[in-house]
């Protein structure tokens, strides 16, 4: 993540005696004081446009002012010492910061003598910043054919969501998996008990990375679907499965993966700027990105003003579990943390007792059970809170969720919050989703997928 940026507070003091009115019987003078919002050269493309400023006076007056084009507010204060505060949120690379700052300052006539003006330099208090695009639901695990034969697993997707009121413009933007395919499977990134890249500041990306070659534009709370295989409807052949010809991006390159089981030629309904093009780090014979249908480990992240293919195909960022070095069926590529969204590591619920984490605790912290083969999905738990604190959505939210299930031990998995989000979704309101970093408290086992 770049650094973040200092924030000044540059407050120019005017002198302006008021000409004889009614005012001059209540036996106090105003200043124009004008303060304005300075950013660093890095971010000038940081709009600072209509950013409200408070000024508080010391007597009790509370006058309100919102900054122009130039991120100048203007007020006319008699003398007093003022708390000048503002808060301000802007979005970079998908990442939204807010900055809140606040300004103490005495206005006395003395400071106006000469019209001096006043410079004033100060440090803000500003959050770590979050990431707009949330991982908000995954549908792997599969459905049961009509016939009852057995179970379709081609027909896998995730949803994106932008988990903020800001518009997020993300370049390259990219989504990968970690290894081994399952978490119950050989970890060889464990030595002596430890996963030997916790303390990194990389995650491997295992066997392929799939990348937009164009901005994503999310707009505020809005999602998007991404076809991992077969973007066309599924359900014209198996009922209990979903439709993707709707699908919003679609990973496909068959120039690297030609199965067409696993990547027919997707929806004409799909323009061809929306596939979502492959690095391919795994052997060259492998003919398909197959996506685990038990316990996936998905994580998506941005490379920046990287290009995704020369970066993720460099030898200086290749790596291979210990013990497979220079073995291509074993090859990852190191994404840096600071480049990752969001993660998700998916737990056979048969496997419980043999998986292990493969996400760096400071990524994710915790992991979601599933049950495959049964269409259920991995759908995000709704803040609630946040939720019914966004002023438009009154009236809009719908209660008594009810599409939770149990895991194979009996153990309920729903949303506590409730709330519907997809029916609220659909009546007009808008949802901010839990983000703990967390997916045992962040996700629950849905039983259809929202697609349904």
């Known amino acids: 993540m770049k650094n973040l940026f200092t924030l000044f507070v540059f407050a120019t003091l005017l002198f302006s005696f008021l000409a004889c009115t009614e005012e001059e019987s209540q036996n106090y003078t105003t200043y124009d004081v004008s303060v304005r919002l300075v950013a660093p050269a890095e971010i000038t493309e940081t709009p600072f446009e209509g950013v409200e400023i408070q000024a508080h006076g010391n007597t009790g007056l509370t006058l309100k002012a919102k900054t122009n084009a130039l991120g100048i507010a203007s007020f006319s204060l008699p003398e007093d010492i003022y708390n000048f505060s503002a808060s301000h949120k802007f979005t970079e690379g998908g990442t939204v910061f807010q900055v809140n700052y606040q300004l103490q300052r005495a206005v006395t006539r003395q400071d106006f003598v000469n019209t001096a003006s006043l410079v004033l330099e100060m440090t803000p208090m500003l959050s770590q910043g979050w990431k707009q695009i949330i991982l908000k639901e995954l549908y792997v695990g599969g459905c049961a054919k009509d016939d009852g034969s057995g179970n379709y697993q081609y027909d896998k997707f995730v949803v994106i969501y932008n988990n903020s009121d800001k518009v997020a413009e993300v370049p390259n933007f990219c989504i990968s998996n970690v290894g081994p395919y399952n978490a119950h499977g050989n970890n060889a990134n464990y030595v002596d008990g430890k996963l030997v890249y916790a303390e990194e500041d990389y995650t491997p990306a295992y066997a392929y990375v799939f990348y937009l070659p164009r901005t994503l534009v999310m707009q505020p709370y809005t999602s998007a679907t991404i076809a991992l295989s077969g973007a066309i409807d599924h359900t014209a052949t198996y009922t209990k499965s979903v439709d993707l010809s709707v699908a919003d991006l679609v990973c496909y390159d068959a120039e690297d993966f030609w199965s067409t089981s696993y990547h027919p030629v997707p929806s004409e309904k799909i323009p061809s700027e929306n596939y979502m093009l492959a690095s391919k780090l795994c052997a060259a014979g492998q003919n398909a990105a197959s996506w685990s249908m038990i316990a996936p480990g998905i994580f998506i992240f941005s490379t920046g003003d990287n290009d995704p293919l020369a970066f993720t195909q460099s030898m200086d960022n290749r790596y291979y579990m210990p013990g497979k070095q220079d073995n291509p069926v074993y090859a990852c590529a190191k994404i840096p943390n600071d480049w990752i969204f969001d993660a998700v590591d998916i737990w056979g ?31 995000r738990n709704v803040d609630r809170e946040a939720t019914e604190a966004l002023p438009e959505n009154e009236g809009k939210l719908v209660y008594n969720y009810n599409l939770g ?33 967390n997916s045992q408290n962040d996700f629950h086992q849905r039983r259809t997928a929202s697609l349904k």
């Open 349 to 379: 619920a048969d496997y419980v007792g043999e998986s292990m984490p493969r996400f760096s605790p400071s990524l994710e912290s915790g992991s979601i059970y599933m049950i495959n083969k049964q269409g259920y999905s991995i759908y």
């Open 405 to 437: 299930t149990t895991d194979n031990q009996g153990a309920p998995s729903t949303d506590l919050s409730g709330i519907d989000a997809e029916t609220s979704i659909a009546n007009g309101a808008h949802i901010v989703y839990m983000d703990t970093n």
